[in-house]
């Protein structure tokens, strides 16, 4: 009997061994699970994290739109600032494309800036002033289409703007105004990205200021979640 169980004894060792042994495969399918567990866990926490950034997106480019009337004219589909040369008053030159990264109102017109053009501008600081803490996510821009001399007295009052000399051809290729009117006559809304999505009307006088400063702050929040103070 003894020496049974001493000649069973190296086989069965062995026996428990090999049988111990962890199957190659299902290492290879476990680790394969443990990658796709974290890929998904790593997706799901990118999803929550874009969430904010989508819902405000569906929120001004889809939801708004439908149901809540708007006072300036949606641009569909929006127009991306062009990658043009503009050159600030006091010559220095810079991309158009430089202005992304705030939300801004935005005025076209000669430097000799008529009755139109001197309403436009002072709408733009009235409004921008009445956004209190929002102001700082916002710029007025005067885009000056030609190179006509822009008077001292004027520029006096434009200390708080962004003032550009664009060409007026290159200008043309990117905001249109409605059939029948000029450039001139109205107020264009471009997003932080650099896109037009907005025209309000012809001729905007002060008493319709608090219309068009209501599409505003609609847009300033439903972007809050993403849209940052400053460039």
Known sequence: MQNNKAEDSPSQALGL?????PDPMASVQEDAKRTWGGRWRMILVLLVCAAPVIASYLTYY??????????????????PIPDIMAQSIDGKSLKLTQL???????????????????NNLLLQRQIRATLGREADRTDWVWLVNDNTEISPMLQAGLTDAVVLRVAADELSKWLVPQT????????????????WMMRFPAGLQKEQAPDLKRDWDRLLRASVHW?????
């Open 227 to 231: 849209d940052k103070a400053g460039r």
């Open 100 to 118: 992304k990264g705030q939300w801004l109102i935005v005025s076209v017109a000669s430097g000799a800036c008529d009755a139109m053009c001197q």
């Open 62 to 79: 889809v939801i708004r739109p439908q149901t809540f009337r708007h006072f300036g004219e949606l641009i569909q589909p929006v127009q």
């Open 17 to 21: 061994t090999i049988y111990d042994l």
């Open 180 to 195: 029948g009117h000029g450039l001139n006559e109205h107020l264009y809304l471009i997003d932080p990205h650099g896109n």
